[in-house]
């Protein structure tokens, strides 16, 4: 599992720290993931602050809205 996402969150959320968990198992077999705080930017704010957290790809833009599980997150990046 070679894919990059970002998760977009922020401090604080108990929903990103439940997407987080959600994803430990995928990062420990090799899905690299970037943590981005969207409070950093008002345009972030704006574009997902109703939506955190977001699973975004990089090598797609694609982007997943939570409820994720496991499950759901492998096979939106088998896609």
Known sequence: MSTECQLLGTLGCHL?????????????????VELIDIS???????EYGT?????RRLDTGQELNWPFDAARVEF???C
């Open 51 to 55: 939506r955190i957290p977001v699973l």
């Open 40 to 46: 950093e930017r008002p345009e972030w704010v704006e």
């Open 76 to 78: 939106f990046l088998a």
């Open 16 to 32: 990103c720290e439940q997407a987080e968990a959600v994803l430990i198992p995928l990062v420990e077999r090799g899905l690299v």
